[in-house]
């Protein structure tokens, strides 16, 4: 049967996510050197698809959920210390948004199977959710709300791929530790829990 609530041990590992993501979307603040063509390289989408692997749909939604909540009234936790509901009209919000709907798939593709092939799986999916919402985002975005010339969809595309194979690299990464994770820390801790 399945809880209705969160337990402390979920709020704080929620809480736990919310605090990786926004470390994850400020690396560069602490190695500068991680950029590429000058845009800052993040690892908000491997510890978006972590929260999802790791704490299954519902926390993971949420959590993902708390961290845009928290950006958006203001906490400096976006990427480049943002935050503020300005943001809403950044052509990047398309991937914090992805965060949310990602973490909450892959939760439920890593629930409904706890082998290491899911895992891969399921980070997968997320890696593609996240790029199609957030490329979708930044496209019509450069094109319909922001000024400028616009940009090709295909550029759009195009202009990702350095990113999206650091994130591919990531998200198997992430599958792998998740998988090593849920096998020993988290099922000896569930394990007491339950005693």
């Known amino acids: 049967m399945k809880r209705s609530h969160f337990s402390a041990y979920d709020i704080t590992l929620g809480a736990l996510f919310v605090a990786l993501m926004a470390v994850g979307a400020n690396i560069t603040a602490f190695m500068p050197f991680l950029q590429v063509m000058g845009v800052p390289v993040t690892l908000q989408t491997f510890f978006a698809i972590l929260a999802g692997l790791v704490l299954g749909s519902r926390l993971g ?112 990464g992430a599958g792998f530790f998740a998988y090593r994770l849920e096998k020993s820390v988290l099922h000896r801790t569930q394990l007491r829990q339950a005693a």
């Open 61 to 172: 939604f949420f959590s993902l959920l708390v961290y845009t909540t928290l950006g958006l009234i203001g906490a400096p936790i976006f990427a480049g210390f943002k935050g503020g509901v300005s943001i809403l009209f950044s052509p990047t919000f398309g991937f914090i948004v992805s965060f949310i709907v990602l973490a909450y798939l892959v939760g439920k593709l890593a629930e409904s199977n706890r082998k290491l092939p899911m895992y891969i799986g399921a980070a997968f999916a997320g890696l593609i959710i996240n790029y199609f919402i957030g490329v979708n985002w930044f496209y019509f975005a450069l094109n319909f709300w922001i000024g400028g010339e616009g940009i090709s969809f295909t550029l759009a595309w195009s202009s990702m791929i350095p990113f999206l194979i650091k994130d591919t690299v990531l998200a198997v």
